[in-house]
């Protein structure tokens, strides 16, 4: 009963460090992380079968990817200045945390995934802070939602192009992007032609409905890889070349989600799933802490506090660029801007779940960016909970200091 | 009236008043209702958060289907059948109908208002007979659409 043990340990410790945050007003991803450390490889070693609590958190990320897909709505990239706003945020973040990356000494590839995490900021967090700090009636809401709408789409693409790096060459990138795409529109008709079939069962009051939603959900996010490689092979004599290509199942898994949304029936059900997710995602949180190789002379080396305060600096200096530059441009006001900086100040799941799915989490080669990465997340989460709750403040603070200045 | 779809909380209804006041209205995907008002100029927006039934008591309160009697109004709703909504309505008599007795009165014929009960002297008769004959003093309890009762409440017993 072993596993019953590891079960117990994950969840009355999660329960108990995600109450203190909430007690406190302060995201709760950090604990989980926190409590993942404490218990796990670097801290006590209480669990018993490491494997086992992994996959449980592996099924988390996946619902996650499938909980974004499904919320995801593309409806709003039709208002003026979206695709702007979004593509600054990319760009000035992304080149911060790329630049950053080189500077302290990582390798390309390296800062490639150290500039992905940068730039994503946690919609969780975010999103639960505009609710809770009665944000919503304010135009600059909606655009901070549009961004993180955005950035669920770059990390799409980012998540397809970061696999394909790991698994061959750049030169497969254009073919990944082709074959990801190919794969979309192959999911979409399928759900398209099953919708008929399924939408009913959908309306089941057994165990049908739950049933069917993970049978789909692991059928494909486990066959769809397999489907593709098989199909690649089968190809290969007819193209002249054999095409090596991973598709993520976190991918699949998102666009299953996105292509669900369309089946009316589901709606109902979507709450069960959501319930699923938060369950499993605070699972793998803790799983990422207890994998984590915590070495105290790696985080307490002047080089490696310096590059964390650096990446830190930038990373709220990059957010608050680009949201002046995004409320200038959409509502016409700085300090409009700057609180769009403040509020999308927080990272959190996204990185992670970038790391893990990237890199896994028990490679040695990537420890220096590993580190980095997790004391990142747990200092910016709680920062940026933080700004983003006292955005107006802070706004009204750095436009004195701008005023003075001039 | 704008509307705006905000993925992972919900859908935004937002007026702004000519004087620069604003409303909002956000059906939370939690499945509640939060109201927002915010002053021209104020700060900070006064902020409330209503359960679905809250929200639609404060609706029909703003759309004006509340008659302005100082009786009470009582509306039922059914979980099962979403779209049934009974309103239960309590009026005291008038000088225009004491003396008459419910059939003569035809309140059903002219406005589709059915009398359920009438309450007299502290007790109460369920389902009156048409051929009962309404004292002073008597309330009576009636059920219909909004604008049903509103036009009993008007053409029957006078009440402007």
């Known amino acids: 009963m072993t596993f019953l043990l590891d079960l117990a340990i994950v969840t009355v410790s999660c329960l108990a460090l995600g109450l203190a945050s909430k007690y406190l007003r302060q995201a709760a991803i950090p604990a989980y992380i926190i409590a993942g450390i404490i218990l796990g490889k670097s801290g006590f070693d209480f669990i018993t079968s490491y494997e086992f609590v992994e996959w449980l958190g592996k099924i988390g990320v996946i619902l996650l990817m499938f909980y974004i897909g499904h919320e995801f709505n593309f409806k709003g990239i039709k208002e003026p200045g979206r695709v702007f706003a979004g593509c600054t945020d990319f760009f000035v973040n992304f080149i911060a945390g790329f630049s950053l990356g080189l500077v302290i000494g990582l390798s390309l590839l390296e800062a490639f ?15 639960s802070s505009l609710i809770e700090n009665k944000r919503l009636i304010y135009p600059e809401a909606e655009t901070v939602v549009w961004l993180m709408v955005f950035e669920d789409i770059i990390l799409a693409i980012l998540l397809v192009v970061l696999t394909s790096i790991m698994s061959g060459s750049l030169a497969m990138i254009p073919v990944s992007l082709a074959t990801t795409l190919l794969f979309i529109v192959f999911i979409l008709v399928l ?30 996010s486990a066959l769809a890889p397999r489907l593709l490689d098989i199909s690649l092979q089968a190809l290969a004599p007819l193209l002249g070349i054999s095409l090596q290509f991973h598709i993520s199942e976190v991918i699949v898994a998102f666009f299953l989600g996105s292509a669900l949304s ?43 506090v310096l590059a964390l305060t650096a990446l830190i600096t930038i990373s709220i200096l990059g957010k608050f660029v680009s949201g002046a530059l995004i409320g200038k441009r959409l509502h016409g006001s700085l300090e409009t801007g700057l609180r769009v900086g403040a509020y999308t100040t927080p990272r959190g799941e996204f990185s992670i779940v970038l790391l893990a799915v990237v890199i896994g989490m028990e490679t040695g080669n990537y420890e220096l960016l590993l580190s980095l990465v997790v004391a990142y997340v747990i200092i910016l989460s709680l920062i940026g909970s933080f700004f983003a709750k006292h955005g107006d403040m802070i706004g009204k603070a750095i436009m004195a200091g701008i005023n003075k200045l001039l | 009236m704008r509307i705006s779809e905000l993925p992972e909380i919900g859908t935004k209804y937002e007026i702004e008043s000519p004087k620069g006041d604003k409303v909002a209205v956000i059906f939370l995907t939690t499945g509640e209702i939060a109201l927002y008002v915010l002053e021209a100029g104020a700060e900070k927006p006064s902020v409330t958060r209503l359960t679905a039934e809250e929200a639609r008591r404060v609706g029909s309160v703003l759309t004006g289907a509340m008659l302005t009697i100082e009786h009470e109004d009582v509306e039922v709703s059914f979980s099962e059948i979403s779209d049934l909504r009974i309103n239960i309505h309590i009026c005291p008599v008038t000088k225009y109908v004491i003396g008459k007795s419910i059939e003569d009165l035809a309140i059903r014929k002219k406005t589709g208002v059915t009398i359920i009960a009438v309450s007299r002297r502290g007790q109460s008769i369920i389902s009156p007979p048409p051929e009962m004959v309404l004292e002073e003093g008597d309330l009576i309890v009636v059920i219909g659409e909004h604008e049903q009762i509103r036009a009993c409440a008007r053409e029957i017993l006078g009440i402007k």
């Not at chain 1, 398209?192 to 494909?220: C, K, Q, T, V």
């Not at chain 1, 709450?271 to 799983?287: C, D, E, H």
């Open chain 1, 262 to 304: 369309g089946v009316k029936s589901f709606r109902k059900l979507f709450g069960a799933t959501i319930s699923f997710k938060n369950l499993f995602l605070t699972i793998f949180f803790f799983s990422f802490g207890m994998l984590f190789q915590f070495q105290f002379e790696t985080l307490s080396s002047a080089y490696f």
């Open chain 1, 191 to 220: 759900i398209g032609r099953l919708s008929n079939f399924i939408s009913p069962l959908f309306e089941r009051d057994d165990e049908i409905p739950i049933l069917l939603i993970f049978a789909l959900i692991f059928g494909f």
């Open chain 1, 113 to 127: 995934i150290l500039a992905s995490a940068v730039y994503i900021s946690s919609s969780a967090i975010v999103i």
